[in-house]
């Protein structure tokens, strides 16, 4: 069965930096497009950041285009997010999850595996 754990979670100051991991096990992450959601107290998950199999294309919600930067070491068998000049709206539980469709999609119904979530606490 596929397993997918997040990591890079923690409290941080407005401003401040996370680099969050997403890690699989029992499959090939470079076998998939990989997106990261995210989920607020009392919200609905929500798309954050999304990239292609090979890593030529990326995705972004508005609300961090330009502060977060998806990449992966296929490697390592691992994607990665970079979250920067983070704010206090930022912080929720960050999930990593798997799309079986080839094409670049938002909807958390589009992705078969997911984390556990890493929790992120932006303070103010």
């Known amino acids: 069965q596929v397993q997918i754990d997040e990591s890079g979670g923690g409290v941080v100051q407005a401003g401040g930096s996370l680099r969050l991991s997403c890690a699989a096990s029992?499959?090939?992450?470079?076998?998939?497009?990989v997106g990261w959601f995210r989920q607020a107290p009392g919200k609905e998950r929500e798309f954050v950041a999304g990239?292609?199999?090979?890593?030529?294309?990326?995705y972004y919600a508005d609300l961090v285009k330009g502060r977060f930067i998806i990449s992966r070491d296929n490697a390592k068998n691992t994607v990665y997010v970079q979250m920067n000049d983070l704010r206090p709206e930022d912080t929720g539980d960050y999930y990593c999850?798997?799309?079986?469709?080839?094409?670049?999609?938002?909807?958390?119904?589009?992705?078969?595996?997911w984390g556990q979530g890493t929790q992120v606490t932006v303070a103010s």
């Open positions: 999850a798997v799309r079986l469709i080839p094409v670049h999609t938002t909807s958390t119904k589009d992705y078969k595996y």
């Open positions: 029992r499959t090939r992450l470079s076998t998939y497009g």
């Open positions: 990239i292609s199999r090979s890593g030529d294309s990326t």
